[in-house]
């Protein structure tokens, strides 16, 4: 299981930006943090996640 | 009124310590529209001693429902508008403006000085974007956004989280400018004291949540 924003999922060896999209958010729109380490977007396509990793989606809305 | 005395003021109010941590503390905003220049005020206020103040924007009609801005400075540069209301309020704290376009190439340079970074934009991707550039590429800054405090909802939806390692989170998260409900000064000014607030406890060495 990998756990995502605290709550565990089917997600591993899914990138991340499959996961952001399964998840309904825009990957323009996201922070994302695997394992403790921030996520380049510039990477969303290529970092793999795996098994028992733990990984942070933060989704902004806007407005300011 | 001699920056001494303006100071000794500071300190009746504050304390000696707590204002003398405020005036050696640097902070960045990156945006200076409803949140950013209502943090702007707050930390004016606070005497932080020097402000980082960046916005490539103009001051527009649309802009007066909830920002700091005066019809007087309607087309003027947000960053130099702020300024001279701000050493209006305090004229003894420094006040840095940069009237250009943020970006993951120049934020780290125009923010170096900083311990602390607020995010203040206004679109989503903006927010996304300045949150990878500080995180990854500013080892020890940490950054204090602002995310959902658009519409009418309650004031008590908004919260502070910190979200991931130099990270905090202010807003409901959920209220989304998109979805065509408005932005009102009130709840605007909410977030931003909420981001201003988390400022002040981390310059404090407290946590902020």
């Known amino acids: ?64 | 009124m001699t920056r001494e005395e303006y100071f000794n003021a500071l300190i009746e109010r504050h304390g000696k310590e707590a204002q003398e941590k405020f005036i050696n503390a640097t902070v960045g905003i990156a945006g200076l529209g409803g949140l950013g220049s209502n943090i702007a005020f707050f930390l004016a206020r606070l005497g932080i001693g020097k402000l980082v103040l960046a916005d490539f924007d103009r001051v527009d009609v649309t802009n007066l429902n909830r920002q700091q801005y005066r019809v007087a400075d309607l087309g003027r540069y947000k960053a130099e508008a702020l300024k001279e209301q701000l050493l209006g309020v305090n004229p003894y704290c420094e006040y840095e403006t940069h009237s250009i376009k943020l970006t993951e190439k120049n934020i780290p340079e125009i923010f170096s000085e900083c311990g602390i970074i607020c995010e203040a934009f206004d679109k989503a991707d903006q927010k996304a974007m300045i949150t990878e550039t500080v995180l990854s590429d500013m080892k020890n800054v940490i950054l204090v956004s602002g995310s959902g405090m658009a519409g009418t909802d309650s004031a008590n939806k908004i919260t502070t989280r910190k979200v991931i390692s130099r990270f905090y989170l202010c807003g409901d998260e959920k209220s989304d400018i998109a979805d065509g409900c408005g932005l009102m000064a009130p709840r605007v000014a909410v977030c931003a004291a909420h981001q201003a607030t988390a400022v002040m406890k981390l310059i404090l060495g407290q946590s902020p949540v």
């Open chain 1, 1 to 64: 299981m990998v756990k995502i924003n605290g709550q565990p999922a089917e997600a591993a060896e899914k990138t991340v930006a499959q996961i952001v999209t399964e998840q309904g958010l825009n990957v323009q729109r996201v922070a994302v943090e695997l394992n403790g380490d921030i996520v380049k977007r510039s990477d969303f396509d290529k970092v793999v996640v795996k098994e028992d990793d733990s990984m942070e989606i933060v989704n902004f809305v806007g407005g300011g």
